[in-house]
């Protein structure tokens, strides 16, 4: 069968008719790559593709991540779901951070490339997912307000993300937080190739060169300003979607879904190839 590729509004890209074992070529996953830095996110429509072809493809986009769960028989394979008795009982928890707009890997020095999503099992109740472009909201911004936003700081912490999620913590809790180190990044981030994008998202605590309150209250306009309907792409899963987003200019989140849900995702994700700057 040949694959169809039609590109969606106001980014993405949606390739039905394609199988796992045909992606795992280098010309596929070279074409992948240069599709997704111009569209920002590739659907692949009931690919089905199994564990061992998810891995090699990831391989051949780049150089994946061994996943913090450990827990799959490939280490670069992360489960997604909110039901502690699939996964990791902490990570399962920490997974409620995912309903909040976010970027992969933002308190790292080097954010994550790309993340691969695929879907084991769906939630017919809710659990899509919208992916909002902080390139196209960088664009977008009036010429004063990128000239206020020049030269800002920001800092990004697993703490102010999970306090989004989970915002009256025990001890315990806000101590296992704070052990992840946080990072300082330009509040925008221009790549060596001239494109700029907005770094915000539930990881952004404050604004080093402004007082709390200002600095906070800028970021959260900032995010409502990137999240608006004409940046955001939403995605409603089907078993078997491949999905991968540019992770770098890409804000994410899942919709609501129950805890009890039967939602379960595998992913693998690239490492950074590009340090913020
Ligand atoms: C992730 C993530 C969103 C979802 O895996 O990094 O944010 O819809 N997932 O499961
Ligand atoms: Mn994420």
């Known amino acids: 069968m040949t694959a169809a590729f039609t590109p969606l509004s106001p980014f993405g890209m949606e390739i039905t008719g394609a199988s796992g074992d ?12 240069e599709l997704l830095n111009e569209h920002g996110v590739m659907i692949y ?29 490939h280490p670069e394979i992360d489960t997604i779901t909110l ?12 997974r409620r951070g995912n309903f909040h707009w976010h970027i992969d890997g933002a308190t790292i020095p080097i954010p994550q490339k790309a993340t691969l999503l695929t879907a084991r099992e769906v939630d017919p109740a809710g659990g899509d997912t919208e992916f909002a472009s902080t390139f196209l909201a960088y664009q977008a911004l009036p010429e ?10 920001v800092v990004h912490s697993f703490a102010a993300a999970q306090l989004r999620a989970n915002p009256t913590p025990t001890d315990e809790e806000r101590a296992a937080w704070n052990r992840v180190p946080s990072r300082t ?22 604004v080093m060169e402004l007082p709390g309150q200002e600095g ?17 792409l939403r995605h409603q899963w089907r078993r078997g979607d491949l999905v991968i987003w540019d992770n770098t200019g890409m804000l994410h989140r899942a919709l609501p879904f129950e805890p009890t849900s039967r939602r379960l995702m595998h992913r693998t994700t690239l490492v950074g190839e590009e340090a913020v700057a």
Do not use: M
């Open 22 to 33: 045909q992606l795992v070529h280098q010309e596929a996953a070279d074409r992948c790559r």
């Open 45 to 73: 429509r009931e690919l089905d593709i199994g564990d061992d072809d998810l891995v090699a493809f990831t391989r051949l986009l780049g150089e994946p991540e061994v996943a913090k769960t450990s827990e799959h028989r």
């Open 83 to 94: 039901d502690p008795a699939k996964t990791n009982a902490v990570l399962a928890g920490y």
């Open 144 to 153: 004063a307000e990128k000239a206020r936003l020049d030269g800002l700081t």
């Open 185 to 206: 990044h330009p509040l925008v981030w221009t790549r060596s190739n001239g494109r700029k994008s907005l770094l915000v998202g539930a990881t952004a605590g404050e």
């Open 216 to 232: 906070q209250a800028l970021l959260e306009r900032l995010l409502d300003w990137a999240t608006q309907p004409q940046f955001v």
